[in-house]
Every structure is written in C-alpha cells, then in structure tokens.
C-alpha cells in the first residue's frame, strides 16, 4: 500500500485532467471532489476513477472542456443541462444554482441532464450545508445496469444512490449518503485493486451464483438491492426521480443516461437558524449519549465515520492500492504525465 498527503494527489489529479484537455477552473475542481472523497474515506470514488474518466473522454460521453448551462428556471427552479461536462463540473454548477435560489426563496428543486459520472453525492450536499441549505440529491442508473431489482435474475438498475445532508453548526454536518445496491460499484472496484474478497449477499455471478469474489462482478455478474425490497423500492424512486422527473430522456448523449434530481430548502426556512441549531444540538446529544452496544466504543451519527477518516488522513495521508496507482500511472502516461514524477509541493 503506497501512502500520499492530499495535496500531492490533488497536484497529479490536476494534471491528468489538465492534460486531457479541461480548464484549470475544471481540473481544479475536480481533484478537489476526488481527494475529499479520499479524504472521507470513499476511495471508490477518488483517483480510481480516472482511468474510467479519461476513457469517457475517449468515448465522446465527457466533453472535458464543456460547460454547463441553465436552459430553463423560474424563482424557485431550473433545469441545468451540462452538455457532457466532467459530472463534478455539472453538479458542482446546479448545486450553487440550488443553494443561491434556496437561500433566496426559501426552497429550489433543480433538474441536471447529460451529466456523466458525479462520483459521491455527499461532497455536494455538504456544500449546501456550509451555506446553510438543506439538500436532497438523487441519480439513478448512469452506466449499465448493474443491480438486479428484487426478486428479478438480471440487472436492471445502477447504484442510484441518494444524499441528504442537514447543517450543523457545532459539528460535522449530519448526512446521509449510500448507495441503494447492496455495495457501491467503486468498492468493488477497490476490493479488486486490494485483492480482497467482498462481503457476502452483495454479489452474484453471471450464472446468479452468490459470489464475494469481485473479478464476477466484471465478468457479467451484478449486485442485489441492499435491504430486499427495501432498497429495491428506493432505487427504483431514485430512477424515477432522476429520469421521467427531471426530463433526462429529453436529452440523450452517446449512452442513455439518467439524469439528476436535486432538492434544497433553507435550513432557517421554518424557524430562525439560532432555533434550528439549538434544536438540532438537543437531538443530537440524546443520540450521541445512547450507551455503546458490545462491541462498539460510541454511538456514531450519519457523516461522523467521514469526518474522523477525514481529520485522520489529513495528518497521516491517504493509502493508495499499488494496483489503483498503475492504472493511473498508464492513464497519465495517454495524456502524457508520468505522475511519478510530480513531486509533493
């Protein structure tokens, strides 16, 4: 396992997609949302993905130096078309577009088609919540279908995960973000680069065989819905929403992709902020003050695991899968960067 600071990945993410022919503005942002994802502890969602991303850009579904446009709103909406764009670029864009209308009318829903690949919602609920928004946000199936529904023997829908993040003003912001398959795709992309086996009733192989070897994932096997019909029921919300909803296929690129739903709201909407806060503290301390259960040392709220990997890696730096760092070294080397030779600043 290699180890790097934040910044030294943050220097390599910006040059590849420098080299791939995105803005500075661009790169920028976008390493910024692949090392927080690191950061927080979701490798599934950092440098990995580069490879994936500059074969997109191959491809023609990124257009790296496109920019997102808002194509219809009114004082409370929009409909934000991201043109093909870095998927970073496109949510970063409609999230501030969110945020603006939320903190000036009270509450926005926004609509985001031909975005690619986003990576974790939470990097874009919780930048709502620095500004005092409230923010839902959904993607359904981005890719091919890798989830079967429940009770079906082939898959149909993507991970289509869902975030909700609330303010807190004396903490972590409180935030929920999962995927509503059994087990994100990136994170079997990182058991694979570990060679380690995956949890069990998360995978079956192409013959529906259960399965925690990730290799059946890529040779035509899928995952199942986490929870049953639970999470089958909230992947197939999150694909309405993020499809029929927001208009996506209005809209087609050179795959069919969903779209994305956002949703903001005011956190001061109902109340004034210094009520929200001390209500929110209130609840908060009742759950954090639940005694541990064997085998467990506290009572964790949704987002603080992220923000103590978070406060961790900052000091300690960020492992790296010798395996994950090839593959980006052989995907720098196509855009003409060896990132071995980008030293940490």
């Not at 290699?2 to 220097?11: A, G, P, R, T």
């Not at 049953?228 to 690129?253: N, R, W």
């Not at 903001?264 to 902020?273: E, R, T």
């Not at 908060?284 to 987002?303: D, H, M, Q, R």
Request: aromatic share 6%; proline share 7%.
């Amino acid at each position: 396992m290699l180890q790097f600071s934040s910044s030294h990945l943050n220097q390599v993410v910006q040059a590849i997609f420098c080299a791939a022919g995105a803005k500075t503005q661009d790169a920028i942002q976008i390493a910024d949302i692949l090392v927080a994802n690191h950061l927080a502890g979701h490798d599934s969602h950092g440098i990995l993905r580069i490879p994936e991303y500059l074969q997109s850009i191959l491809d023609g579904e990124i257009v790296p130096s496109a920019n997102p446009e808002i194509i219809q709103e009114t004082p409370t909406s929009g409909v934000v078309k991201g043109n093909w764009a870095f998927g970073q670029i496109a949510a970063n864009f409609a999230t501030d577009l969110a945020i603006e209308k939320a903190l000036d009318m009270g509450v926005c829903a926004v609509s985001v088609v031909q975005a690619a690949h986003t990576g974790r919602l939470a990097v874009f609920t919780e930048r709502a919540a620095a500004k005092g928004v409230v923010m839902f946000m959904t993607i359904g199936t981005v890719d091919r279908p890798m989830t079967a529904p429940y009770g079906g023997a082939a898959p149909l829908l993507g991970t289509n995960p869902i975030a909700i993040t609330l303010p807190n003003l004396e903490g972590p912001h409180v935030t929920l973000d999962f995927a509503t398959s059994a087990i994100a795709a990136g994170k079997i992309k990182v058991a694979k680069a570990k060679h380690e086996a995956l949890p069990p009733n998360c995978l079956v192989d192409k013959h529906g065989n259960p399965s925690t070897d990730p290799n059946d994932f890529f040779d035509g096997g899928f995952m199942l819905p986490f929870g049953g019909h639970k999470g089958y029921a909230l992947a197939v919300m999150a694909e309405l929403m993020s499809g029929p909803l927001v208009g996506s296929e209005s809209f087609p690129g050179i795959t069919q992709r969903s779209g994305i739903f956002i949703f903001a709201m005011k956190a001061s909407l109902f109340q004034p902020m210094d009520n929200y806060n001390q209500a929110l503290q209130k609840s908060l301390k009742k759950i954090k003050s639940i005694p541990p259960a064997k085998g467990f040392s506290e009572v964790l709220l949704p987002g603080e695991p992220e923000s103590n990997m978070h406060k961790k890696r900052q000091q300690q730096g960020i492992p790296i899968p010798e395996d994950t760092w090839a593959a980006v070294k052989n995907a720098g080397i196509t855009v003409g960067v060896d990132i071995d030779a980008i030293k940490a600043k």
